[in-house]
C-alpha cells in the first residue's frame, strides 16, 4: 500500500530528494546540533502539500489530535519519544495531568485522547485528564472508545495556588491537548513550578501563523544552504495583513496588494522551474486552526468581490474567535492521490523524533483546496515500512523510503521553527 | 505469526505478566530513575529462556552481532535510539569508527555489518570501518551483502598518538562490534579524549558472567520489591568456581560441589510451586561467548566423569581463550517452540530501549539445552505488533503484547545489570 509514489516529483523536487538523502548523515548531525540550541515542543503535527516540483508545510499544529490515525506499529516510537521527552522535563515525574479540548463528545477525539493516554502510561507516567470547559463543573466519566473509562474533572489550583493539579494529583507535568481557541484560562496563568506544555503563548488566541513562517523562513534559507538547494522548494512565499474585517469590508486593499504580491513572485518562480500549473494562494486567518477561515484565491480581484457569505465565512474560526490579522500564503498544489482523491501528508512528531504520519484524504477537494474539512478520511503512512531506511542506490524519486525520509526532514524543519517562533514570542523572554 | 504463545505460562509467570502489565507506570518510572544513576552501555542483547513458570537472562552480550536478524520494521526505533545515544556521548559527533569482529568472512555478520552502518548513518554519522585483525594490514574493499562497499583498515594512532583514527579520519566515538576475545590490543589503551564504547573491560578477556549475575541478583532484588513477586522467577541461581583446568581435571570438587548446591536450592523451589520439570544447570565459561565451553548437567557426579572429549570441549572458548573460571547457572527450559522447535528469544536495546528481538530456533537441541549453536535460526520477534501496547484488560497470558513487553522489562533488568557491573568493573574507578 503505497498510494503516495502515483505523484511522480519532476525537475527539483527530485534534486531535493537526491540531495536529502545523499546528505543524511550530515542532516542529522545538523539537527542533533540545533537541538542543542533550541528545544523542541512536545508534540506537533505538520501539514505538507506535495506537489511534485515542490513540497511545504503549510500547518504546523502544536496541540495535535489525530494521534489515533496512526499506524499501530507507529506506536512503539512514539512511546520511545515520550521517554525522551518526559525525561527532559521531568525525569522523576510519576503524574501528567492531560487537558483535553472541550468538545469531548466527538469519538475520533475521544479515540485520540484514548491512544495520547495509552502512550503516556506507557512512557511510566500516572495519567489523569483535568478539564477547563465550564460544563465540566465535577468530576466526570468519559468512556472512551478503546472500552477504557477515565475520570474528567475541573482543575483546581493546589500547594496554597502555587501548583495546578486535581484533588489528591499532584502532577509535574500539564500537557495541553486544547490549543485554547478559547481564550487562556486563569486558573492556567502563573504556572512556573510545574511544566506546562506547550506554553500558554502556543495558544490560539496568542499565536500568529505568520511568526511561525517567518522562523521557518530563517530555518530554511540556512538548511538550504547546507544540502544545496533553492529554499522555494521546501518554503511558500508568504505576507501578512492584521486589522481585517471581513464583514466590515475593512483592510481589502492590504489584502488585494499582498494576494497580488505573492501571486507575481509565485509566477516569477513557475516561469523560472518551467512549471506550467496555474498560482494561487491561500488567504486564511493567522491565528486558528480546524480550517476554518481559509481560502483559495487566483487573482487579486477575487478579493475585492467577495460576496456577504464568503465574507461571513471567513470572518470567524473555532470557538467563535474573530478574524483580524490574516496571512496570505503561496499555494501548493496537492498532486499527490489516494484512491483517485486528493491526499495530503501529515507528519506527527513527539519532542525531536518522527513517530509516523497518515495522508488526509479528500474525495470532494480538488488540489488547490484546503484538505482539513468535513468529509477528509485518513489513511496512516507506512513510515515503519519494510524498507524504511532511504536507500542511496535508488532511482530518486522512485523509493518509498526515500521520499518518506524527505517528508520527515521538511516537517522537522517546521518543528525546529516551531521551536525558534515559541522561543521570539515567549512573554516572560521579552520582559527581560 | 505469533510462535511464541504456543508456550502456556503457568503459575508463577501469569503472576508476574499480570503484575508487570499492571505496574507498567511505576515499572517504566523505576526504569526512568535508575537511568539518572546507571548509563546503559551503547547496545546489548540479552538472551531470555522461558520455562512457562520462570522467564530468565541466560546471556547479557555488550557487543551484539545479528542486528540484521531484527524486523526492518523495528529500525526507526534503532535510529531514533541511536540518536538518543549518540548525544549523551557526542552531541557534536560527526564521525563514527566501527571496529567489527576479525572474521569478516562471514556472511552474516557481514549482514549484521550493513545494518549497523546504516542506524549509525541515519543517526548522523559518517560510518567508517577500523580493524584490530592482523590480516588487515592496509585498506581493503569489503563487499557487504546489502551491495555497498566498504573499506576496512587499520587503526592507527592519531593527533600525536592522543587519539585513535584512520588517515584523515578523526571519530568522536569508537564503537566496538569485536567483543575482544582475542586480547585487548594495545592500539586502544590510553583512550581519553575518545568515547570508547564499550569500554575495554566489557571484553572478553576481562569481563565474567558471575560479576553480571552478581549485579543482576541486586538488581532483581530491588525490582522484585517493587511489583512484589518472587525475585526468583525471573532470576537463574548461580554458584561460581575459579582455577579449574579441565584437562587436567583441576577443580572439579568445587564443581561438582557447586552444581550440588544450585540443584538443590532449584528442588527447593520446584517443590515450593509444585513445578514437576527435572532442575538442571548449566555449566559454562565465565569469560567468554558463541556458545563455546557450555555443558547441561542434572547430577553432580556428571562433573567427576567427564571423558577427555568433554573435557577438551569445555577448555577452551572462541579465539582459543582458556578456561580457568566456571559459572554454575541453573537451567531454565525452554518450553517456546517455533514450528515444534525449541526457540529462545533474544531482545536488543540500543541506549535503554528496546529496539527488537528474535527467536533462536534450533531443530536439534532439546529444552534443557544451549541454542547458541550451529544449525540455529532466526525468527524475528514482532515487537511491533499491530497492537503493541500491553493491554492491561487481557486474560494473563493471552495477549501478545503483553508478553513482549515482560520481554522487554527483564532484558532491561539485564542491561541495567550491565551497566552497574561495568562501573563496578571499572578499572579506573577501583584505581581513584
Redesign the interface.
Known amino acids: 500500500m503505497d498510494p503516495h509514489l502515483v505523484t511522480a516529483l519532476n525537475g527539483p523536487l527530485l534534486e531535493l530528494e537526491k540531495n536529502v538523502v545523499e546528505a543524511?548523515?550530515?542532516?542529522?548531525?545538523?539537527?542533533?546540533?540545533e537541538?542543542?540550541d533550541h528545544t523542541p515542543p512536545f508534540y506537533c503535527s505538520v501539514d505538507l502539500r506535495n506537489a511534485g516540483f515542490k513540497l511545504a508545510p503549510v500547518d504546523t499544529n502544536l496541540f495535535p489530535g489525530g494521534f489515533n490515525n496512526l499506524s499501530?506499529?507507529m506506536?512503539?516510537?512514539a512511546?520511545?519519544?515520550t521517554?525522551?521527552a518526559?525525561?527532559k522535563y521531568c525525569?522523576?515525574?510519576?503524574n501528567l495531568l492531560l487537558v483535553p479540548e472541550n468538545h469531548t463528545r466527538n469519538t475520533y477525539y475521544l479515540q485520540n485522547l484514548a491512544r495520547l493516554i495509552?502512550l503516556m502510561?506507557?512512557?511510566?507516567?500516572?495519567v489523569r485528564l483535568g478539564s477547563i470547559s465550564e460544563e465540566i463543573t465535577g468530576p466526570t466519566e468519559l468512556s472512551l472508545p478503546d472500552?477504557s473509562v477515565h475520570v474528567i474533572e475541573p482543575l483546581i489550583r493546589i500547594n496554597n495556588g502555587r501548583r495546578v493539579g486535581l484533588p489528591d494529583f499532584n502532577p509535574c507535568t500539564i500537557l495541553l491537548n486544547n490549543d485554547l481557541s478559547s481564550g487562556s484560562p486563569a486558573i492556567l496563568n502563573e504556572v512556573y513550578e510545574q511544566s506546562l506544555l506547550p506554553p500558554l503563548h502556543a495558544g490560539w488566541t496568542i499565536r500568529r501563523k505568520s511568526n511561525h513562517f517567518a522562523a521557518y523562513d530563517d530555518v530554511v534559507r540556512r538548511f538550504a544552504k547546507l544540502i544545496g538547494v533553492d529554499p522555494w522548494i521546501i518554503n511558500p512565499f508568504f505576507n501578512h495583513c492584521s486589522e481585517i474585517n471581513f464583514a466590515a469590508r475593512e483592510g481589502e486593499e492590504c489584502l488585494a496588494a499582498n494576494v497580488n504580491s505573492v501571486l507575481v513572485k509565485i509566477r516569477r518562480k513557475y516561469r523560472e522551474y518551467g512549471i506550467k500549473e496555474k498560482p494561487f494562494v491561500i488567504v486564511k486567518a493567522d491565528a486558528g486552526t480546524y480550517g476554518m477561515g481559509i481560502m483559495t484565491v487566483t487573482d487579486a480581484s477575487e478579493i475585492t468581490g467577495l460576496n456577504r457569505k464568503q465574507r461571513n465565512k471567513m470572518s470567524v474560526v473555532k470557538e467563535g474567535l474573530e478574524v483580524s490579522d490574516v496571512i496570505i500564503q503561496e499555494g501548493v498544489h496537492s498532486f499527490e492521490r489516494v484512491d483517485n482523491a486528493v491526499a495530503e501528508p501529515v507528519v506527527y512528531m513527539i519532542d525531536r523524533?518522527?513517530v509516523g504520519g497518515f495522508y488526509r484524504v479528500h474525495d470532494q477537494r480538488s488540489e488547490i483546496e484546503n484538505l482539513n474539512a468535513p468529509g477528509a478520511h485518513f489513511v496512516p503512512l507506512a513510515?515503519?515500512?519494510?524498507?524504511?531506511?532511504?536507500d542511496k542506490?535508488a532511482e530518486p524519486g522512485t523509493a518509498v523510503p526515500n521520499r518518506f525520509y524527505m517528508y520527515g526532514v521538511v516537517a522537522r524543519l517546521a518543528l525546529l521553527a516551531a521551536s525558534i517562533e515559541l522561543e521570539r514570542t515567549d512573554p516572560e523572554m521579552a520582559a527581560i
Chains 1, 2 share one sequence.
Not at 543524511?24 to 546540533?33: D, G, K, V, Y
Not at 513510515?383 to 532511504?390: D, G, I, K, R, V
Open positions: 543524511t548523515p550530515s542532516i542529522e548531525r545538523w539537527f542533533r546540533l537541538w542543542q499501530a506499529e506506536v512503539p516510537l512511546v520511545q519519544a521517554m525522551a518526559i525525561e525525569p522523576d515525574a510519576k495509552k502510561r506507557m512512557a511510566g507516567l500516572n472500552g523524533y518522527v513510515f515503519s515500512h519494510p524498507h524504511a531506511l532511504p542506490a
